[in-house]
């Protein structure tokens, strides 16, 4: 080919084609063979230095020794110790303390809400909105009392209340009436409530007891709210026929808060309750 | 084709030729050795290059216990003597800058690029590297005799000197710069202990290398093929600028003079070449405005020296627009429309950055309406919103701060027995709860307006509103 070019002094590489397609030599500019070479060059030494050569299931573990995992736990590291002021004072306080000290509060809500996502909100909801058969934490009434101590022990022992089935004993007129009392706010007001032993748990004023965690029926909040299609009359009606964990009633309403005592740290414990309370509803 | 055509093709040609002849463009195969001398327009230089004193010396001020003018970046706190300034109030920087270019453009068309000539900082400190040079190796012929010199000890000796001042002006324009983001003895402390920070040391690295390289190599040719800004001031120049012009019609045909006179028929340029021998970009102002003319006015010096020592009038090279050159009367500025519509930018920025800085809020109120959930319904019926309160406090002291808030009828706030202590400088937030009697409740949404009140030292009361909803249920 390049002894019989025929298109001499063009600077042609000598490769010609059809006659007159030929390919000239136009070398990349130098600056762009440099960069070119030391991208190279930086390849090489950079799989030397970090992990990146494939040798069978392995690959070189690189000068520097960095590896991801090392890189996630110095992280993690670093925000410990960020940390470590607070939740060394978490760790010699109550619960109740750090509740006191807005600091420190405010540290555990911000740094709690994990926490509460992972371990609470599956039922309670998120921020304490409550969910279908689940109580609203964020509001101002408690079945165990809402103090700073009563949600720790609710937290860390679990809740499971009990109410009769009284399907059994009342008749459904009867039900009817104290239900209508109950959402007028007014249970004294029905003299079924006394005769028939609603009082013995519920109390004379019909305002519950923190002890048995029987629920406030003077107020304008139910613990099991209506499903689809009912009224809250239905709902007061169906609690008082099947009652609450009655184990003889297979409708029974089922409500239990599981004991988080053996599967969170006290330190944990401790904050929940914080940020339980800070929901609104503390007392 | 008639001969009177192709005559006139020729010439044409012609003409095109003799302009390739002089249009030589110096792409830094030569070294620009500018010749100085003295005289009114280097005079104003010095003064001019002397403003870049402040540069150097402003983060030495102080204000109270700081710094008096500091952009601190890792706290985002921007000290302007006594007024500091949030990112939050970021905007006015952009009015800033919009006052600055436009002042550029009216600078422009006004005299052409007088940043480039007298203030730009390549130009003062190529002119500061230069003045260097000419102390330490002599006059432009001594300089070029000396760079073709074989490498012997003095040779070696002078360009040590010369590096090493040069590398340490650049080092020096390092820190200045850096002084502004950290505190100045700070980081002098660090630099004497060894102990400067990642942030500080690149650019304190970066400044020293770009300063001794653009400053002591590239020179001209930065403002020939780097600098945007000398190619868009290019278009801001118009007939009516006044700018550096050499006065053909007095000066044409150039020629030499001999015998110590000028010859017959020729005009008031002598052809000494001296306006090339002192243009630090290399240029020849003798054909007319050119882009490698930064405006430096060094020429008019030059010319005038050389004017005065053979008898002429002086002002051959002279700041002049090409409007009254060619004899026209220059239209007076109020004419321009150029003029007013600058001005009226420079003035509505100025006014944009004066309400900015009159409206600082001392303290700022922001609202956060909690959305999960949206509302609470409470025992007693009423429902209760929660809303998380952050107060930005911008003074230099602790605030002490009250809130209120005002909405529908029978509100009930909670979560504010306490007054919120807002730190100077940062975020301070709180939770706080509002109650409302569903019998109060007019809507699915109701406006409600929080209050945040402080007193500071002085006793001045500082307020900050803003406005929120209080959620209910349908």
Redesign the interface.
Known sequence: MADNNPFPGENNTGHVWDDNLRELANPPPRWWMIAFWASIAWFVIYGFIYPMYPIGNESTKGLAGWTQMKEYHESMAEIETIRAPNEDKIAKMSAAQILED?GLA?YV?ASSKVLFGDNCAACH??????GPGFP?I????WLFGGAIADIKTSIANGRKGVMTAHGKILSDPEIDKLAKAIIAGKPTSEPLYMTKGCVACHGPDGKGMKILGSA?LT???YRFVPGEGQTQLDSVKYTIKHGVNDASDPMTREAVMPAFGDRLSEDDIKKLAVYVH????GQ | MSDTQQSKQDAAIADLYAEAEHWHINTGDETIHAKRIPGRWRTYKWIANSVWLLFFLGPFLRWGDRQAVLFDIPNRQFHIFGVTILPQDFWMLSLLLLFFAILLAVGTALAGRVYCGFFCFQTVWTDVYTWIEEWLEGNPQKRRKLEKAPWDATKIRIKAIKHFLWIVIGFLTGVAFVSWFVDVFDLWAAIFSLTLSGASLVFVAMFTAGTYVLAGFLREQTCFWLCPYARIQGVMVDKTTAVPTYDFHRGEPRGRMAKGKKQEGKGDCVDCAQCVAVCPTGVDIRHGQQEGCIMCALCIDACDTVMLKVGLPTGLIRYESLDQLNGMENRPMYARPRVWVYSAILLLALMGIGYGLSTLDAIEIKVLHSRAPLYVMQSDGSIQNKYTIKILNKMTEDLSTTITASGPKGLILTGTEEPIEAVHGQVSARTVFVKVPKAHLEGENMPITFTATAINDEGETLVSERESVFIGPK
Request: aromatic share 0%.
């Open positions: 807005e405010s809500v909801g998120v921020g304490g909105m409550g609203v964020a509001d101002d009434d406030n107020d304008s909040i800070k929901l609104g509803g």
